[in-house]
Every structure is written in structure tokens, then in C-alpha cells.
């Protein structure tokens, strides 16, 4: 029996597959490159973007010509929309929300079986789950293929906070040797008007820390370099035990205690954090220990206060440009990277011309910039898309042309100095290799010695372009892979 994953969105759902991968194992299932030749086919969705949406859309009907030939079961979880998952109950097999994993072999063996969360038609399902919460448990009713109740199968589930834990419990089947996410929280309190999180995802739940730190130190001693800690607002970590968890920055020191007292090689990265909740103490703990990597991811979406408003960003630009003061005084050679709307409704050129200052002023070493597009669900989806898409490319690829000269400009910088690199794998010019440096900047070198992916070497710098970097291989920290 062969299972297939087709994993769409951010990081968090690659997080997730993990897990997935791992009680489909446990299952007796196989894993197989070719979709065509699983028996079982799994999509861990995102609603948050219609692309990814579209896409589900593509595979399942293909998935569902199969069934004409051979038995074959489909399922989807991941971040599903309510209204998605109505959609889908109709072309998928089985659909359950990610925290019910655990469940999923059961439902696997009553082909067929949807939970609540699979047919709730309520946009404000989440209001009246924490209602719910307050009084009783969940039941997931069982559902046969023409959608009705076969009575007397409903099933106790936990409340989504013991759901979710229950999730973490489960050992991922990491798909790298030598990088990997550790989901930190689950959910969104934010509410930002342009995104859907908060409605697939759920409110934020925060994983008790001895959980995360038990599975960076059991990832570092199984020689793993780079650790992502994951989640929607990373630094807002713990505030919803309201003073019964460590802080973000709490939790980064023991981390960094840690890595000091292991004397292990590795970096620690977080994503994404949330300018609202960004506090010097997070900075200054970074710059303490080695382990923890000077690069901040921290999205800006946009640099007009109107717009930002609007978004319910709930920081202002001044903020914003204080935590970069900060970023500078603590991390002086940190790497900034961002996250940029361009488009969203209502954005007047006056106010693309403030976002397009505030990349002057920062120079970010790279943005990941957006055409805005309403997101099914999220606030602004009921609001005029007014920005037609001339204008929302006119500006990203201002936008894309600016960052590209600051990057390179940053990397330039780089040139004749040696740089620690992580070796990510082989690079597309042939007979090179390619890596990323603490602050994630693409380097390549000329180096056929496939032995250093997974491992640290020291590349000195020799030329820049736009967005990556190449130069020659100057030391292998490890000298037993290194080539005679
Ligand atoms: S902070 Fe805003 S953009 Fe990020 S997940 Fe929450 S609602 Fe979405």
C-alpha cells in the first residue's frame, strides 16, 4: 500500500506534513514519488490562497478519473476555510481538520467519515467553538457516502486545545537530515483584515515549552544545523497562559543556554514574528548566544499608517521603524527580511509611494512582495478589490526592482570575506553546490563533494548578483568530509 502528499502553502502546512507523513506510515502505507501509483492521496490544503485552492481543485478531479481503474481513497486537511471544506466534502473522501490527525486511521477504515469542522457552514464557526469549549466536549458524527448520520456512531473529541497537543505528541518524520521546523503555536489572535488564518487555524495555542526544547535538543543531538521555530505570531509565544509559560524571549534563552552548554554547531531561526509583539528583550537575547541566527524576518505588508490601519496591523510606522533602530543596535550585521502587500484595496499611489520610501530607508535583504488578492473568508474579502492588476504589478515590480538592487548592493558587501555557509544540496550550475549563510543569503561553490550537504564549510565571497552569491570553498568545519 503507497501513500502521496501534495503539500500546498507556508511553511506551517510543510510543518504539518511531517506528521501526517508519520501515522500514514504507522498505518502500514509506503511512501511513492508518483501520485499515480499510491493508493492513498492526501492534500494538505491552504485556504488562504485561491491559488492553492485552484490547484486542490486540478488534482482532485485528475485523483478522482483514477477511481474509474483502482480502489483509491483521497483526503484533505491542512488550513481549510469553512466554505472550502463544504466544497470539498463533495470531491474528497475524508476531510478532517489537522489537530485530528490522531483520528484520521479510524476515519481511514469508514471510508467516508467527515467531522464537524468539515460541514460547519458558519463563517463565525471559531466564536461558537469557544462556546462550545466552555460547556462540553466536541462529537465528530460519522457520515455516510450520501451525507447522512449513521446513527448511533458519534465520537467523543477533546476540546481543540488537548487536539492540537495531542497533534504536537506525534513524532514527525522529518523530510531533511539536517534542517527542520518545530511548530511552536497554532493559530492566529491577530485578525488582520486581508488574511484567513485566524478563521482556518484557530486561536493562538501556544506548545508547552519543555515539549519544544525536548525536541530541539533530541534534533541537535541527532546532528540536525538549522531549526525553524514556527508559528503565525512567534512572539506572541505564551502570552495565552497568560503568565503560565516562558515569554518568547524566555523561551530563546533556554534555548540558548542550550546551545552553549552542547557546544554543538547549529542556528536557530524563527518565522514569523509579528511587529506588535516584538520587544528588545527578543533582540538582545539573540545577540547573547551564537546558536540563535542573526536574520529577522519581520512583515511590513505596508508603509502607509492608513493602509495599515486598515489592514489591522495594529503598529504604525514609527513602531516599526523603532524595532529596526533596535534590530540595528543589538543585530548590527542581522539580515532583514519582509513581507509586502502592494495593491490592497483602497491603496492610493500616494500611499504605494510611503511603502516604497520605507524599502528605500531599510533596505531589506529581501522582501517577499504580494499582488494583493481577496482571500475568501478574511475581512477585506467583502471590500472592493478597487486596484486593477496594471497598477498592483506596476508597483510590485517597483518594488521587486528595488529590492533586487538593496540585495545586491548587501551582498556586494560580502565580497573577499569568508562566510560560515550550511550546504543545502547541489546547486542548478553544474558541478557547484550551493548553501546559506547565518543571515539565509544564497551562496554557491564550485564543489562536486556531495558528503558536505548537511554540513558547515567557510566560503569566501568572490561575486555578488541580485539575489544569491558565489565563491570558493575556503574550509570544511568537518575535515573527514572534506576531499583529498
Ligand atoms: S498576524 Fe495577521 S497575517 Fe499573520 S496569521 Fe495572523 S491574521 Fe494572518
Redesign the pocket.
Known amino acids: 500500500m503507497k501513500f502521496h502528499l501534495v503539500t500546498l502553502g507556508c511553511q506551517m502546512n510543510k510543518s504539518d506534513r511531517e506528521r501526517v507523513a508519520t501515522i500514514i506510515e504507522k498505518m502500514g502505507y509506503r511512501w511513492t514519488d508518483k501520485e499515480e501509483t499510491a493508493d492513498l492521496l492526501g492534500v494538505i490544503a491552504c485556504s488562504v490562497r485561491q491559488k492553492a485552492i485552484d490547484k486542490v481543485y486540478t488534482k482532485i478531479h485528475q485523483w478522482n478519473t483514477w477511481k474509474n481503474k483502482k480502489n483509491l481513497v483521497t483526503f484533505i486537511t491542512g488550513c481549510l476555510l469553512p466554505a472550502d471544506r463544504e466544497k470539498f466534502l463533495k470531491t474528497f473522501d475524508i476531510i478532517f481538520q489537522i489537530s485530528e490527525l490522531l483520528q484520521f486511521p479510524e476515519m481511514l477504515h469508514q471510508y467516508g467519515i467527515v467531522t464537524p469542522f468539515s460541514i460547519r457552514k458558519d463563517e463565525n464557526f471559531i466564536l461558537k467553538e469557544e462556546h462550545a469549549n466552555l460547556h462540553a466536549d466536541f462529537q465528530t458524527f460519522v457520515f455516510d457516502k450520501n451525507n447522512k448520520t449513521i446513527a448511533g456512531q458519534p465520537v467523543l473529541m477533546n476540546k481543540p486545545e488537548t487536539r492540537i497537543s495531542e497533534f504536537w505528541d506525534i513524532e514527525p518524520h522529518y523530510q531533511s537530515g539536517f534542517e527542520a521546523f518545530i511548530p511552536i503555536q497554532n493559530g492566529?489572535?491577530?485578525?488582520?483584515t486581508?488574511?484567513?488564518?485566524?478563521y482556518t487555524r484557530g486561536r493562538e495555542i501556544s506548545r508547552p515549552s519543555n515539549e519544544i526544547l525536548d525536541e530541539l535538543r533530541k534534533l541537535i543531538e541527532k546532528g540536525y544545523k538549522s531549526i525553524t521555530l514556527l508559528g503565525?505570531?512567534v512572539n506572541s509565544y505564551g502570552l495565552d497562559k497568560k503568565g503560565n509559560e516562558k515569554t518568547f524571549a524566555k523561551l530563546l534563552r533556554d534555548i540558548g543556554e542550550y546551545g552553549k552548554k552542547s557546544e554543538k554547531d547549529f542556528w536557530v531561526y524563527f518565522t514569523?514574528p509579528?511587529p506588535r509583539d516584538m520587544n528588545d528583550e527578543v533582540l538582545k537575547v539573540m545577540s547573547e548566544y551564537e546558536c540563535l541566527a542573526n536574520q529577522i524576518h519581520l512583515?511590513l505588508?505596508s508603509g502607509d499608517d492608513k493602509v495599515l490601519i486598515k489592514m489591522n496591523?495594529g503598529h504604525t510606522i514609527k513602531d516599526f521603524y523603532r524595532i529596526i533602530e533596535s534590530v540595528k543596535k543589538y543585530l548590527p550585521s542581522a539580515t532583514l527580511f519582509t513581507d509586502i502587500i502592494v495593491g490592497f484595496t483602497g491603496e492610493t499611489e500616494e500611499q504605494f509611494i510611503n511603502t516604497y520610501s520605507v524599502m528605500e530607508k531599510i533596505r531589506f535583504n529581501m522582501a517577499y512582495v504580494a499582488r494583493y488578492s481577496p482571500r475568501p473568508g478574511a475581512a477585506s474579502s467583502r471590500w472592493d478589490d478597487d486596484v486593477s492588476h496594471t497598477i498592483k504589478s506596476k508597483r510590485l515590480h517597483l518594488l521587486s526592482d528595488l529590492l533586487q538592487q538593496h540585495s545586491r548592493e548587501h551582498n556586494k558587501e560580502m565580497i573577499n570575506k569568508n562566510y560560515k555557509v550550511l550546504v543545502t544540496g547541489k546547486d542548478r550550475k553544474k558541478g557547484y553546490l550551493s548553501g546559506l549563510t547565518e543571515g539565509r543569503i544564497i551562496v554557491r561553490f564550485a564543489s562536486e563533494n556531495v558528503k558536505l550537504i548537511g554540513n558547515f564549510v567557510d566560503v569566501c565571497i568572490r561575486s555578488a548578483a541580485g539575489f544569491a552569491t558565489e565563491g570558493t570553498l575556503h574550509k570544511v568545519y568537518n575535515e573527514e568530509l572534506a576531499e583529498a
Open positions: 492566529c489572535d491577530k485578525f488582520c486581508f488574511c484567513a488564518v485566524p503565525q505570531n514569523s509579528h512583515p505588508q496591523r
